[in-house]
């Protein structure tokens, strides 16, 4: 016993398989950098050392304020595997819930993009933890108090020599704080190993199980369309480095050179939140077809008519779900090999289910006292789930964390339906159902089947108080720009009542038309925002 070699699953072992298979394949940033896997393997290393130099050990949190690019990319990799932790800081909080995270993440080194060093300044005075700024710019230094350290004068000046440690694979690696809308951000973490088998998993589901989106071969184009603050860009990027797969990263998210990438790369394959999915469809010239793009869309419900108006623009779209508290995969909509001679209608239909879990990922679908729902696509009850990566629990919030794992499960807060094949559909978030004289009204469902509409671009359906029934549906209706009333919503989703695809109940009594729906920090619609905006139209 004892004698063998105890393999520990860290993050390098997938820095260094990437670069072993595929020294040559490319990296490439906006329309400004070309690197190979080889060069960027050289550059973490850099990283690393210089990294070393301002004295950064194992276990010093960093935190990067960043859009998507190469240099972040390097970060996922140098950062973690020399034992410290990333901290992936949300930019798109408020600046007191940026100040919050990287307080309570206890960072000592702040990597931060030029777009977000004017942020940086006004907060410096209140982090009297963080010891080093780095700046991170596409141009020259910007004129700054805040530090003189650069990151390309660093990367250049550092040897590329530089030996990862060998650590326990139960080591933190990374670091983000959830997106909620209700009260303060929460810290959720991972470790190597969680990590490794996250990718490992995500890699299975991407080649080997039947999907619209199953990857071909080396030759797909990988770009990513999450930030790469929100649980790291889903993971992805580990998992396309290690299939050698080429990546390109957009930078700042701007509509002209998002399709300039897609056209000149070639990119085959993104992911990204419905929303983004939806500004590419609507900003598309007339007649204009992509050949073929990839689309996992996650973070919310895919809505059908979304889905279908993509498909006509040579966009393939496939629903994934997951949260910041599981890494995040969870489940999508893949095919089960016996289901594929579906016809197209009912393809489309299941494509933008919630979907079946990854491997090694138990999800269930549970009423109050754990007993599992019929699956009967009616019977409602929460996602508990369990799977090797997900996070052992809120940092420094033991509280939180027994709430989140009751039980033994994760709770996801989740309400979904299972159909008889096992496929899960997300009704609703618990704190979004709709509670109308006793039933159960999913505001989903109803975003959904307005979807299909074909005036309506989008829409959000939110309950609102009500004295005899104690919630009624409301929708909000952003309408495409032709004239749309409720009279014709109103029979349309009329039609799905006599289907028995919903009860009369849950039509709602009123519509509003905006111009656009408040959105979140990661671009899904701010449900509590359309709330407080409805209440207050009440009042006028
Ligand atoms: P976040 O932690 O910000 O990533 O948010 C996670 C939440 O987004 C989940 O708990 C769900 O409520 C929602 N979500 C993610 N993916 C989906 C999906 N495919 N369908 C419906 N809701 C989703």
Same mark, same amino acid.
């Given at each position: 016993?004892?004698?063998?070699?105890?393999?520990?699953?860290?993050?390098?072992?997938i820095?260094?398989y990437g670069v072993?298979y595929a020294p040559k394949q490319e990296i490439v940033?906006?329309?400004?950098?070309r690197y190979t896997y080889?060069?960027l393997?050289? &550059?973490?290393?850099?990283?690393?050392?210089?990294?070393?130099?301002?004295?950064?050990?194992?276990?010093?949190?960093?935190?990067?304020?960043?859009?998507d690019?190469h240099?972040?990319l390097?970060?996922?990799?140098?950062?973690?595997?020399?034992?410290?932790?990333?901290?992936?800081?949300?930019?798109?909080? @408020?600046?007191?819930?940026?100040?919050?995270?990287?307080?309570?993440?206890?960072?000592?080194?702040?990597?931060?993009?030029?777009?977000?060093?004017?942020?940086?300044?006004?907060?410096?005075?209140?982090?009297?933890?963080?010891?080093?700024?780095?700046?991170?710019?596409?141009?020259?230094?910007?004129?700054?108090?805040?530090?003189?350290?650069?990151?390309?004068?660093?990367?250049?000046?550092?040897?590329?020599?530089?030996?990862?440690?060998?650590?326990?694979?139960?080591?933190?690696?990374?670091?983000?704080?959830?997106?909620?809308?209700?009260?303060?951000?929460?810290?959720?973490?991972?470790?190597?190993?969680?990590?490794?088998?996250?990718t490992l998993s995500g890699c299975i589901a991407m080649t080997g199980i039947r999907s619209p989106l199953r990857l071909k071969d080396d030759k797909e184009v990988y770009m990513p369309l999450t930030?790469?603050?929100?649980?790291?860009a889903w993971g992805i990027p580990y998992m396309m480095w290690l299939m050698g797969i080429k990546h390109v990263y957009p930078?700042?998210?701007?509509?002209?050179?998002i399709?300039?990438l897609v056209l000149s790369e070639g990119v085959t394959y993104t992911h990204c939140?419905?929303?983004?999915?939806?500004?590419?469809?609507?900003?598309?010239?007339?007649?204009?077809?992509f050949n073929g793009w990839k689309m996992l869309i996650?973070?919310?419900?895919?809505?059908?008519?979304?889905?279908?108006?993509a &498909?006509?623009?040579g966009i393939y779209t496939m629903?994934a779900?997951?949260?910041?508290?599981?890494?995040?995969a969870?489940?999508g909509?893949f095919?089960?090999?016996?289901?594929?001679?579906?016809?197209?209608?009912?393809?489309?239909?299941?494509?933008?289910?919630?979907?079946?879990?990854?491997?090694?990922?138990?999800?269930?679908?549970?009423?109050?006292?754990?007993?599992?729902?019929?699956?009967?696509?009616?019977?409602?009850?929460?996602?508990?789930?369990?799977?090797?990566?997900?996070?052992?629990?809120?940092?420094?919030?033991?509280?939180?964390?027994?709430?989140?794992?009751?039980?033994?499960?994760?709770?996801?807060?989740?309400?979904?339906?299972?159909? @008889?094949?096992?496929?899960?559909?997300?009704?609703?978030?618990?704190?979004?159902?709709?509670?109308?004289?006793?039933?159960?009204?999913?505001?989903?469902?109803?975003?959904?089947?307005?979807?299909?509409?074909?005036?309506?671009?989008?829409?959000?359906?939110?309950?609102?108080?009500?004295?005899?029934?104690?919630?009624?549906?409301?929708?909000?209706?952003?309408?495409?720009?032709?004239?749309? @009333?409720?009279?014709?919503?109103?029979?349309?989703?009329?039609?799905?009542?006599?289907?028995?695809?919903?009860?009369?109940?849950?039509?709602?009594?009123?519509?509003?038309?905006?111009?656009?729906?408040?959105?979140? @920090?990661?671009?899904?619609?701010?449900?509590?925002?359309? &709330?407080?905006?409805?209440?207050?139209?009440?009042?006028?």
């Open positions: 016993m004892g004698y063998a070699y105890d393999y520990q699953l860290l993050i390098r072992h820095l260094e072993n940033y906006r329309d400004l950098h080889k060069d393997y050289n &550059r973490v290393h850099r990283l690393a050392n210089a990294l070393e130099e301002l004295g950064v050990k194992k276990g010093t949190r960093i935190g990067v304020l960043e859009w690019s240099r972040y390097e970060c996922y990799f140098a950062i973690p595997c020399m034992g410290a932790v990333l901290h992936t800081v949300n930019v798109r909080l @408020s600046p007191e819930d940026i100040l919050y995270t990287i307080q309570h993440a206890e960072d000592e080194v702040i990597l931060v993009y030029k777009d977000f060093v004017p942020l940086m300044e006004s907060l410096r005075s209140k982090l009297p933890k963080v010891k080093h700024y780095i700046v991170m710019t596409d141009d020259k230094m910007p004129e700054t108090n805040l530090t003189d350290l650069e990151y390309e004068e660093m990367i250049k000046k550092a040897s590329k020599d530089y030996e990862f440690p060998e650590f326990s694979e139960n080591t933190m690696a990374t670091l983000s704080y959830t997106t909620g809308t209700t009260g303060r951000p929460k810290g959720v973490w991972f470790t190597h190993r969680k990590l490794v088998l996250h930030p790469m603050f929100h649980v790291h930078g700042r998210y701007e509509p002209m050179m399709v300039k939140v419905p929303t983004i999915l939806q500004m590419i469809v609507d900003n598309l010239p007339e007649g204009f077809k996650g973070g919310a419900k895919l809505p059908e008519g979304l889905a279908k108006r &498909r006509e623009k629903a779900y997951g949260m910041s508290e599981t890494c995040p969870l489940t909509a095919v089960k090999p016996h289901l594929l001679d579906l016809p197209m209608e009912d393809m489309l239909k299941m494509s933008v289910k919630t979907g079946i879990p990854f491997p090694l990922v138990y999800v269930r679908v549970v009423h109050d006292d754990f007993k599992d729902v019929e699956k009967n696509e009616k019977d409602m009850g929460e996602i508990v789930v369990r799977a090797p990566w997900l996070t052992d629990g809120y940092l420094n919030d033991e509280e939180k964390t027994k709430e989140l794992w009751a039980g033994g499960w994760l709770h996801t807060g989740d309400i979904a339906v299972m159909d @008889s094949e096992g496929y899960v559909t997300i009704v609703d978030r618990l704190k979004d159902v709709i509670k109308s004289g006793g039933e159960w009204i999913s505001s989903l469902t109803l975003e959904n089947l307005l979807s299909l509409h074909p005036k309506v671009k989008e829409a959000a359906v939110v309950g609102v108080p009500d004295e005899k029934w104690g919630e009624r549906p409301l929708a909000v209706v952003v309408p495409m720009n032709e004239n749309l @009333s409720e009279e014709e919503l109103r029979n349309h989703l009329l039609k799905f009542v006599e289907q028995g695809v919903i009860t009369k109940w849950a039509v709602p009594d009123k519509f509003i038309f905006v111009r656009e729906l408040p959105r979140t @920090s990661v671009g899904k619609i701010d449900k509590k925002n359309i &709330r407080k905006m409805v209440a207050e139209s009440f009042k006028k």
